[in-house]
Each structure stands twice: as structure tokens, then as C-alpha cells.
């Protein structure tokens, strides 16, 4: 990585004292998400690496709907690096199933991309398609999170026999087509790219 000369950051503290940070060490702590971890892992390869499990008749598509949330995704051309290292590790044999992939595109959240998780963690609460998904504290606490189930697959997930009396009623099943053709999802459409 090349470091660039960026400004001397000064940002306020809550006693009205200011912490000054080199401009240097400003850019080479944003590396991290680049260089890896002790797996070899950074930001990219991970994106990659979850590419690489998921169906071969999805992968395009998921690579032409990234979004790019939390606190991170707020640092000046993220997007733009991320997209370089992603095209830049495809040259590797690692990846050599994703040489398919066309184009990956990345858009902007309709809210701060900050708080983005939560909105969509609110999301997932309120659609009722999901609720054979949801555990209880209670079950939670008696099974522990070795047992927390797999949020990113369409399988149906671990029943909680302590379910709050009240709650939802958790179905059996979740087809994946009744899922995918849910009209109670919100639209994403209004999504720009970035």
C-alpha cells in the first residue's frame, strides 16, 4: 500500500482537550482491514471466501448486490479499495471458481451505513416469515452459543421448545421459494450504486 500524504487529524474529545493523530498512522490503521489477519483474511478475501459458499447460480448476483455497513464502510473510498483487492485476489487460484463472475457492484444503504445493521436486525423482527428463526434468551442461556444456529442459510433452524407464551407461532418449515417470494419483505429497490 502506498501511503499517501493525508492531514493531521484533530478530533475533540468530550473534555474539550483534542487528540491529534498523524496523518500517516490515520491511513496505515485502515491497512488492517486490507493486509489480513494470522488466516491470511482480509475484508476482501472474506467477501470472496463467502462468495465461494454459497450456490453457483447465485454467486453473480450476490456479487452485483454488495452493501457495505457499519462504521468502516463511512472511511473515505473504502468501496473503491475493496473493489481493487477483490479484482486483485481473483488472479489467485484460491478463487478460480469465481472467474465467472462478471462485475461486482457495490450500493449505499438508505440509512447511515452506521447503524445499517441494526436497521436490518429491526427488519428481521418485524417480518413474520421469520420468526422459525428467532431463539429465546431463555434458550439461549440453557444451550449456549455453540448451539446458536447458521443465519446465513434458509434451512430451517434449531426449534426453541422454551418459547415465550405469546410469541409468534414458529412454523416447521421455511420454504426457500415461499421466503424468496414473500411480498412482506421490504423492497431494497431504492438503492443507489456506489
Not at 493531521?8 to 491511513?27: A, F, S
Not at 413474520?128 to 444451550?143: A, Q, T
Not at 434458509?154 to 415461499?178: E, F
Request: aromatic share 8%.
Amino acid at each position: 500500500a502506498v501511503v499517501s500524504t493525508q492531514s493531521t487529524g484533530k478530533y475533540p474529545m468530550m473534555d474539550g482537550q483534542h487528540l491529534i493523530v498523524n496523518g500517516k498512522i490515520r491511513e496505515r490503521s485502515v491497512e488492517v482491514l486490507f493486509d489480513g489477519d494470522g488466516d491470511g483474511n482480509s475484508v476482501a478475501t472474506v467477501v470472496l471466501e463467502a462468495l465461494l459458499r454459497c450456490p453457483i447460480d447465485c454467486r453473480s448476483t450476490l456479487a452485483e448486490n454488495i452493501l457495505i455497513v457499519g462504521g468502516g464502510s463511512l472511511l473515505p473510498g473504502i468501496t473503491n479499495r475493496i473493489r481493487e483487492e477483490i479484482h486483485a485476489l481473483l488472479a489467485f487460484s484460491r478463487f478460480s471458481a469465481l472467474h465467472g463472475i462478471k462485475s461486482f457492484k457495490f450500493y449505499k444503504p438508505n440509512y447511515p451505513a452506521n447503524i445499517m445493521s441494526w436497521v436490518g436486525g429491526s427488519i428481521m423482527g418485524c417480518v413474520e416469515h421469520l420468526h422459525d428463526r428467532y431463539i429465546s434468551r431463555e434458550f439461549y442461556l440453557s444451550k449456549g452459543p455453540a448451539t446458536l444456529p447458521d443465519r446465513c442459510s434458509l434451512a430451517p433452524q434449531l426449534k426453541d421448545s422454551t418459547a415465550i407464551p405469546g410469541s409468534p407461532s414458529r412454523r416447521t418449515s421455511s420454504p426457500y421459494r415461499d421466503f424468496l417470494a414473500s411480498s412482506t419483505l421490504p423492497p431494497i429497490s431504492n438503492l443507489t450504486l456506489a
